[in-house]
C-alpha cells in the first residue's frame, strides 16, 4: 500500500513538472516564435507609483504643465514677495516661512483657490512667525501660485530640494552683540577671540561649517593657550588630537596617566605614553579614576542650547577674521 502511495506521489510531481515546462514553453502546437532579428530586446520599465518610481507619483505632479510666460511671471513675484521668508528653493527662508514643498495646503491647491485668501489675509501658526497680508491682486496670486506648483511638480522624496544649481543657506541670521555676551559668560573660561579662536572665521570660512565645527567643541584645539591649528583641521584630524585621557591612583599609591581605551563597572583600561595599555580592575572607588573629556563643557552646553543661541554665537564667530 505504501509502495502504491509512493508511486502515485512520484507521478503527481512528475505530472507537474511536465506541466510546468509546457506552460514556461508555450504548447507543442504553437512554438514560441523568436523577434525578428532587427527588434531590439525589450527594456524592463519600473512600475509606475510606490516611493521614488516612475512618473508623476504624486497627484501634484499629475497636474497639467502650466503656461511657461505666466511662471515666468509668477517666480518674478515670488522672488519678490515670497522668498525671504520660504526660500529661494520653497524649503523655507531666513524668516521662517514654511517649507512649501510639503504645505499640504499647496498640495491640495489646484488653481491658487486655496493660496489665494492667504496671501491676501495673512496667516498665523501656533509656534511660527506672523505671516502678514500682501495686498496682491488675485492675478498676481495666481502667477505666484502657478509658480511655486511648476517647482512642486519637480519635488523629490524626503523632501529634497529640486533638481537644479543647490541655493547657498544664509544661516548668519543671529546677533552678534548677544553671540559675544553668550560667549563671553559660557566659553571664555577655555577659548579667547584673541587666543585659540583668533581668525577663526578665516581659517574656516563656510558659516555652516563653523557653526558645525564649534558647537561639536572641535574647533578650537589649543584652549586659552592659543594654538589655533585645529580650528581649520579636518573634524576627525582635530579630535584625534583632543584625547579623552584618564587618571589611575591605585591603592598603594601608584599613579598611571594615558588615553582612556575603555571603562567599565569593573575595568578600566588606558594606553599611557609608552604605548603599553594596561587594565586595572575595578572595585567600587578603587583605584580612584579621574577622567578629563576636552569636550565635556561642549557636551553639557549641547543640553542648554537654543537656537537663538547658536545662531547669535555663529554670528560673533564670523566676525573673528
Known sequence: MRSNVSLAAAAAVLLITVG????????????????PATQAPATAQPPAGGRGRGQATFPAQQRPAGDPAVIERGKTLFDVNCRLCHGADLRGGDMGGVNLLRSQ???????????LPVVQNGRQNPGMPVMPPFPLPPEDVKAIAEYVHSVVATARPQGAPPPGAE??????????????????????????????????ATRVSEPVQLQNLWVAGIGGGGGRGGRGTA??????????????????????????EGRLDRID?????????DGMQRTFRRVGDVPKVEITDPLQGHKKLFLQYTDKDIHDVTAYLVTLK
Do not use: W
Open 265 to 273: 563597572d569593573f575595568i578600566v583600561t588606558l594606553t599611557p605614553a
Open 231 to 256: 580650528a581649520g583641521a579636518a573634524p576627525t584630524e582635530a579630535a584625534s588630537r583632543r584625547p579623552v585621557t584618564v587618571a589611575v591612583t591605585t591603592a598603594d599609591g601608584q599613579r598611571v
Open 20 to 35: 510546468a515546462r509546457l506552460a514556461a514553453q508555450g504548447s507543442p502546437a504553437q512554438p514560441p516564435t523568436a523577434p
Open 105 to 115: 495646503l499647496v498640495l491640495n491647491d489646484k488653481d491658487g483657490e486655496l493660496i
Open 167 to 200: 541655493v547657498p543657506l544664509n544661516i548668519v541670521v543671529g546677533d552678534a552683540k548677544a553671540g559675544a555676551a553668550y560667549f563671553a559668560s559660557k566659553c571664555a573660561s577655555c577659548h579667547s577671540a584673541t587666543g585659540d579662536l583668533q581668525g577663526i
